[in-house]
């Protein structure tokens, strides 16, 4: 069950300068994650998803508004949060493990108490007997279940990903993202999804937030009311279909889909 509001993003507009002019990736987004909850963020290619991670985390300023974590405004990078990209970044010359390993070294925390954690973690993901391989080992999947190992590992109360599952195939999408829903389930962690996948974001999510093409607004909020833990085969299930449906034409109204016309 979710708590008191953990994540606040108000009124947050960032601009970019270019040599062509200003470019807006984001114009007055407000939003707010409660403690525990698990919040999707969909929207078309642009819409400032990506910005709103680097927010997030510290490593970008907002141009106007204010982000806040554990009421705390964001002004500087953040220690307390657990990021997973869109690749692994993993190191080729560290096994698997010493990869999970390496979020703590950067700390300055002693890894030593802390390997039997990462190899329970590890374990989490399905990657029980591969702790010693290296990243040209594993497969695409595999790599990224250790980026989210190392994103763990020193228990951060929220977890951002930024559309962590891109490049893999769909069976393997399929286990990761339910993978993720035990993990959230087990630690309650505050997590903000980021992805392209509207099936995704609704099996996942207590609320998916819909963001408008560039300039990237909040276009909508919905929350989604399935029962958890939620299985493969909940996407049969009609209401997810409703949701779905939802948000498909938020996009259709904002121009982002177009459906085939003039076929009966």
Not at 139 to 167: K, T, Y
Request: aromatic share 6%.
């Amino acid at each position: 069950m979710a708590g008191g509001k953990f994540v606040d993003v108000a009124e947050v507009s960032r601009r970019f300068r270019t040599p062509l002019g200003d470019i807006a990736a984001l114009e007055a987004v407000s939003f707010d994650v409660r403690a525990g909850e698990f919040v999707s963020i969909v929207g078309p290619s642009g819409c400032g998803k990506s910005t709103l991670v680097m927010l997030l985390a510290g490593l970008l300023a907002p141009t106007s508004g204010a982000v806040s974590i554990g009421g705390l405004v964001v002004d500087r990078p953040q220690t307390n949060l657990g990021i997973v990209f869109q690749s692994p970044v993993l190191l080729a010359w560290r096994s698997a493990l010493d990869n999970v390993l390496l979020q703590l070294e950067m700390r300055g925390i002693p890894t030593a108490p802390h390997r039997e954690r990462a190899r329970t973690l590890l374990g989490s993901v399905g990657l029980d007997g591969f702790e010693h391989r290296y990243p040209h080992e594993l497969s695409g999947g595999m790599r990224q279940r250790v980026s989210i190992c190392r994103a763990l590992i020193h228990d951060p109360p929220l977890l951002v990903m930024d559309e962590p599952f891109g490049a893999l195939d769909a069976l393997t999408r399929d286990q990761i993202t339910l993978d993720i829903q035990r993990i959230w389930a087990r630690g309650q962690k505050t997590v903000v999804f980021i992805t392209h996948s509207i099936t995704e974001a609704v099996f996942l999510s207590d609320r998916v937030l819909v963001m408008t093409p560039r300039p990237g607004r909040v276009d909508t909020l919905i929350e989604v009311d399935l029962p958890r833990p939620r299985r493969l085969a909940v996407r049969e299930d009609p209401r997810f279909a409703a949701y779905t449906r939802q948000i498909h034409d938020r996009f259709l109204a904002r121009g982002v889909l177009r459906d085939i016309e003039g076929v009966a």
